[in-house]
Structure formats: C-alpha cells, structure tokens
C-alpha cells in the first residue's frame, strides 16, 4: 500500500457551497491526506459550468497526484471544448473529453508541466511502474454492483422501494477479471494474472494515464488495455431523491455504499446550538474521521488519502453562506495544479457528476476503479 507517516496528517481542505441560480445544489466537500505520505487526490465542486450545467468530480491519483490534479485544473474547460457539448450532446462530450485529457498527457508540453508539477527531473521514462496497491473489493459486492450497473432506475426502484433509505450505487468498480474487460486487455495483448493484475502490475482496468498498457498501435484508445473510455449513467431527478455522494476509495474500501448513506442520513438533519442544520462539509469531515484507521499495523484499511463530496438535490443551510463558503479555499489546495504523467506512471481515477437543468443528472464513473455516486432515496 506505499509508505506510511508515523503519524497521520489530519489536515483537511474543506468547505460548503449553495450552487448557482439556476441549479441551487447545496454542497460539502472534504479532503484529508491520512496516512499517506502525501496527498493523491484532487476534486472538482464547479456549480456553474456552464448557465445549465454543474459538474462535481473526484479524481484519486495512483502512484503520485499529478495527474488527479491536472485533471482538476483542465478537464472542465477540456468538457466544454468538446464539438458534442455545444451541440447539447452531454454523454458524447464526456467520453471525447475522457478521450482527449489522456491522449493530451502523452504530448512533450504536458509531460514537461506534469514532470515540473512532480518536481522531478524529465529522464525517469524509463523508470520502474510505480504501481499502487489497491484492495480489492469483496467479489459478492463486487457482482452486486456490477448487476445494478446494468439495471434501469425503474427496475432499481422495484427492487428496493420508492420508500426505502437504500443507496443506489451510479456505478461499479471495474476489474480486469471482469469479462468485458478481460476481453479487451487480451484482444490488445494483455493478460490478467491471477492476482487480478493486468500483465503483473496494475489492478485496475481503466485509468487516465498509465500509457505504459496503451501501446498497442493497432487499436484506438478506447481498446488499449487499460481504457479511458468512461461508463455513463442518466438518473432523472424527482423530488424522492435527496442527495448524491461522490468518494475515492479510501472511503469506499472502508465503509458499503449503503453504511455511508446511513451514515450521512443519521447527521443530516442534526441542528446546532443556533438551530441551523449542520454544514454538510463538517458531515464529510466526521465520516473522513470515522474511516480512518488508528494506526497503520492492519492491511492498510483506513490508511489511504480521503476525499468525498456530498451535493444536496434540496435547500439545507443555505441562509447564511455565501457562494462558496471555505475552511481552505479550493483553489489554495489546487494552486499547485497541473498533474503529470511520464508515459507510463501516475495516473488518476475519476468519479464525476455532471447535472443539467431541467433536473437531468449525467452520472458517470470515468475510467477507473473508482465507485462514483450514490443517490439516496427517500
């Protein structure tokens, strides 16, 4: 799981945010480094990209954080550039843009940022893959989300219940041992050991980055063995949802969708001595404690960066802040901005949300094994 801080760094970057006028999405965010040895993850809270639309994202970087956080500062605008999102074609613009941000971190210009980001000289190309060591999820959780993946919301709703507090997953984590995706890293000349490693090394078959498994010249991107092509799901918002969780793993691998939903429901509606309902920053920054670990003598649990925003889909607390109310503004964490990718090294995994009047909501996770969203139903 990479080196460890004798102590953690509970520091965090967090703050609460109302949206804009016509998207009025209540938000919190947090981000605590833990345990790690520095900080991978990087997050993006825009309530206005555009007069319609608001994007959230979390991107969680594997072996250094400079492609998490180029892809905070240049994904939104890279979404917006696209020839289908002006032409109101928002699930096309998500995979061209998935699409162009990877192919940009192979070109000199971003390769010289990324590696001036990473302050780190330009000849380690040929450097050993560095590689993180994910924990893999529980294989009965892993086949449930991946069969609601694939479940339309009305067929969801008849499972669980218009009623129920049950946390609908937008998302499943991708492995290489997946049929769909062992397919593909084999038709580009991979292969998946049994460790659930594709060719030895990297235990997840999707990723910004990572060109290092992208090398086949036969096959456009998108077939490479380890993919950047996003998975996209659409929820139409009604008044029964209440609310969407964004994380990286450092939370996912530590509590179920459903223990952080229940988790979240038991604060949200907690007032203080003032009688106003809790920031939903200081929500995430108790659930980001209660992940966690006390030390680092377990299998790594709890240990890993963590980031997790929660956007509300009805008014909570909004009198008295302003636009974005900051404990650590955003953009002092991101002031370093400008991630790297030395061909075959870091990368970054990427869970978004993109919501667009009249109440349409374009999930998606991005490429990566990284659980996206869940949306609470009351």
């Keep these: 799981m990479g080196a460890y801080l004798s102590q953690p760094s509970t520091v965090r970057c967090s703050g609460d945010g109302v949206g804009a006028p016509r998207l009025p999405l ?15 993850d ?26 998490a956080l180029y892809c905070a500062k240049y994904l939104p605008d890279i979404i917006k550039d696209q020839k289908a999102y002006k032409e109101g074609k928002l699930q ?48 009965e959780e892993a086949a449930l989300l991946l069969e609601e993946a694939t479940m339309t919301i009305e067929e969801l709703l008849t499972r669980y219940g218009q009623n129920c507090h049950k946390a609908l997953d937008m998302s499943y984590d991708h492995k290489p041992e997946d049929e769909v995706e062992l397919a593909r890293i084999k038709n580009a000349g991979g292969k998946v050991t049994m460790d659930g490693r594709v060719n030895g090394g990297l235990n997840l078959s999707r990723a910004i980055g990572d060109h290092f498994y992208k090398r086949n010249k036969n096959l456009p991107s998108e077939e490479q063995m380890i993919s950047a092509l996003p998975d996209i799901k659409v929820l139409t918002l009604t008044d029964d949802h209440e609310f969407m969780v964004i994380a990286c793993d450092g939370i996912w691998n530590v509590m179920s969708s459903q223990e952080v939903i229940d988790f979240i429901q038991s604060k949200i509606s907690q007032r203080d001595e003032n009688g106003e309902l809790r920031l939903l920053s200081s929500i995430v920054e108790e659930l980001l404690d209660q992940c966690l670990a006390p030390d680092t003598s377990g299998d790594g649990t709890g240990c890993d960066d963590m980031t ?22 955003l953009e002092d964490v991101l002031s370093t901005e400008g991630a790297e990718e030395n061909g075959n090294s870091d990368s970054g995994q990427v869970g978004l949300a993109v919501i667009q009047t009249p109440a349409r909501l374009d999930c998606f996770l991005s490429p990566l094994d990284l659980r996206l969203s869940f949306v609470f139903f009351l």
């Design 92 to 139: 096309k613009a998500l995979e061209d843009a998935f699409l162009a941000i990877d192919a940009k971190l192979t070109t000199e210009e971003v390769i010289k940022e990324l590696t001036q980001t990473a302050g780190r000289p330009t000849e380690d190309e040929n450097e050993k893959e560095k590689v993180a060591d994910e924990d893999d999820v529980d294989n």
């Design 308 to 329: 997790c925003i929660i956007i509300c889909f009805k008014p909570h607390n909004t009198a008295e802040l302003q636009p974005e109310s900051s404990k650590r503004k």
């Design 42 to 67: 990087a997050h993006n809270c825009i309530p206005e990209l555009d007069s319609e639309t608001a994007m959230f994202s979390v991107y969680d970087g594997h072996g250094g954080e400079e492609v």
């Design 26 to 40: 209540p938000y919190g965010f947090s981000a605590m480094q833990g345990w790690r040895v520095s900080m991978e």
